[in-house]
């Protein structure tokens, strides 16, 4: 089965590849975000954002940005429209199982919203000086905790839409809100503090956080909260997702 | 033998019965036919056998193997082509290929199969820009990757040109010939008839006739038609006259009807003679149909022209067994 997996992520790969919209939101919209705001304000250290330039708190936000549009986006429609279309049909009159499949999506989507996240480290680095201050066994684990949570909460959204385009309403609908409130594009000190309590609710805020202190080595203790809302996403989402998911 | 035994198969959606109580028997290397309108219950009966639902009631042994308990057995012996399924857009022929055979232990070599589905100059295509043609026959060819003893097709043929249709025939044909089974599911009665060695016609979630098509045509309908037109003015005006004032598309005149119907008086094989769309119509049966019902029309100085024949079909056996037509 291990040969299968492998096949269905290289082809998933191909065929994400293969679909400007993904590719453009998930690497070069970020980029594009970031080496705007780099080309006006620069990374010089401000007060506002602690001592820190604008690069160095953008790029933790943007991983977030990243993240987001492949749970809230790509996995939902991808999964719905495979549905529709009765690809997965077809798959399951095969021996092939559903975990390989669900595996090949979800490997694929860490790996695309890794390259899409590092490639933002890299540019920040090699062109504005982006500093870094934690660890990057904490970035790993903090940057893979919140791309399963949204993952599964994308795996929600591919199980209650019938079709890929009611998914990209849906995903739309839950995206654009994340990524608006919780920090991920509009730096969250900017964020009016009564807007700032209504976005405690989303995962993707919890999700930022994490990531943004994590960053600057702030310890995991600092962020509690953080790590149990999306936990608590991670094992809501799945439980539902596999109560509700369809093959057909 | 048999490869396939049903018995007893009852399914229902809610309160709807899609499958009430369907029994037979697949034998090996047989092309068996599943047909009926759509809505009848054969693609869940075929689901059911393959394992992709699971019956409400009844047994299914497949291969020797139950596809409740057996089904990831059973899905390495099998191929299926499902109607309403299909391949993302913009994979390619071949990747399509290399990744179903990566499901199965043991696969035929699909370089092989996109040269005999004559698929090997679209090797490179993307899905969604193949014909519906070239769709159906990668899908066979993908039913086929893992040499499966047992081929599902489900509407094999639905949208296709006449053209495209038959060469799915003659594919089809082939398949049976390398030994394996094939269960056809199609709401074509045409298909079924020159396909399937054994048909079970199923209506409503019964089987409600299951034979050859050709003692099914027999036992039901068995009637032979011959239709002709008749220059009627040739018993009126003198022979000169004919040509300039044939009546080509005009019903013929109840007289015309009327004495090709004295004429046959007394043929045993004549059950009927009618007229419809402008051509006299004269029912019956029998193999010596035809030579009798000429002869005596010429005996009696009356020409068929543009005569034709028409055997019963299965959608006249449908017709019998049901009183309604397939396509209502």
Same mark, same amino acid.
């Given at each position: ?15 994400? #590849? ?96 890794? #390259? ?68 991920? &594009? ?18 993707? &805020? ?43 | ?23 037979? *028997? ?34 299914? /042994? ?53 040269? *005999?589905? @004559? ?21 066979? +060819? ?8 047992? !081929?599902?097709?489900?509407?094999? /043929?639905?949208?296709?040109?006449? =053209? ?9 044909? *082939? ?16 298909? +079924? ?6 048909? +079970? ?34 018993? /009126? /005006?003198?022979?000169?006259? !004919? ?6 598309? +005009?019903?013929? @005149? ?12 007394? !043929?045993? =094989?004549?059950?009927?003679?009618? @007229? ?34 028409? *055997? ?17």
């Amino acid at each position: 089965m291990m040969r299968a997996w492998w096949k269905l992520s290289v082809i998933q790969l191909k065929l994400f #590849l293969r679909e400007p919209e993904g590719v453009f939101f998930t690497v070069v919209f970020p980029l594009v975000l970031l080496i705007t705001f780099g080309s006006i304000f620069g990374n010089e250290p401000v007060p506002e954002f602690g001592g820190r330039g604008t690069i160095d708190v953008s790029v933790p936000a943007y991983i977030g940005l990243v993240v987001a549009i492949s749970g809230l986006m790509s996995i939902p429609v991808s999964a719905a429209s495979d549905r529709e279309k009765g690809v997965l049909r077809r798959l399951r009159s095969t021996p092939v199982r559903p975990h390989a499949v669900l595996a090949a999506w979800v490997g694929v989507f860490f790996i695309v919203t890794a #390259l899409g996240s590092l490639l933002l480290v890299l540019v920040g680095r090699l062109f504005y000086g982006l500093r870094f201050g934690g660890s990057l066994f904490n970035m790993v684990m903090a940057f893979t905790l919140s791309t399963l949570s949204l993952f599964a909460l994308g795996f929600i959204i591919a199980s209650v839409a019938r079709s890929g385009r009611v998914a990209t309403v849906i995903g739309m609908a839950t995206y654009f809100p994340m990524v608006f409130l919780s920090g991920a &594009t509009f730096p969250w000190e900017m964020i009016p503090k009564k807007v700032q309590t209504v976005a405690m609710v989303l995962p993707l &805020t919890h999700g930022v956080q994490l990531l943004k202190g994590l960053w600057f080595g702030e310890p995991w203790s600092a962020h509690l909260v953080n790590v149990a809302v999306l936990l608590g996403t991670l094992i809501g989402g799945v439980v539902i997702s596999a109560a509700l998911f369809r093959w057909e | 033998m048999n490869v396939i035994t049903v018995e007893h198969l009852f399914k229902a959606y809610g309160p709807v019965v899609a499958v009430d109580d369907i029994s037979f *028997q697949v034998e090996e290397g047989e092309i068996f036919g599943i047909v009926g309108p759509n809505g009848a219950g054969k693609t869940t009966t075929v689901e059911c056998i393959e394992g992709l639902r699971f019956p409400d009631r009844g047994t299914v /042994t497949v291969l020797g193997l139950d596809p409740r308990t057996e089904g990831d057995r059973l899905r390495q012996e099998i191929g299926v082509q499902l109607q309403e399924a299909a391949l993302p857009d913009r994979i390619k022929v071949w990747e399509a290929l290399d990744l179903y055979a990566s499901f199965y232990p043991r696969t035929v070599a699909w370089a092989e199969l996109l040269e *005999q589905f @004559s698929l090997a100059e679209k090797k490179e295509a993307y899905f969604a820009r193949l014909s519906g043609g070239q769709k159906q026959r990668l899908f066979i +060819a993908l039913a086929l990757l893992n040499d499966p003893r047992i !081929v599902f097709l489900d509407e094999l /043929t639905t949208g296709l040109d006449p =053209q495209a249709r038959r060469a799915m025939w003659d594919l089809v044909r *082939q398949v049976r010939d390398r030994g394996k089974t094939v269960v056809l599911i199609t709401h074509f009665m045409e298909e +079924a008839e020159r396909l399937c060695d054994r048909v +079970a016609v199923i209506d409503r979630g019964r089987i409600i006739a299951l034979d050859t098509p050709r003692n099914l045509i027999r036992r039901l309908g068995g009637e032979v038609r011959a239709i002709f037109t008749v220059a009627e003015v040739a018993f /009126t /005006t003198p022979a000169s006259m !004919v040509m300039s004032t044939a009546p080509a598309i +005009a019903a013929p @005149s109840p007289a015309v009807v009327d004495r090709v119907r004295q004429a046959l008086a007394g !043929v045993p =094989q004549v059950t009927k003679v009618e @007229s419809a769309e402008g051509e006299v119509v004269v029912h019956g049966q029998g193999t010596d149909f035809i030579v009798a019902v000429v002869t005596r029309l010429g005996a009696a100085g009356i020409y068929p022209q543009n005569l034709r024949t028409e *055997q019963a079909t299965l959608d006249d056996v449908f017709l019998a067994l049901t009183g309604r037509k397939m396509r209502d």
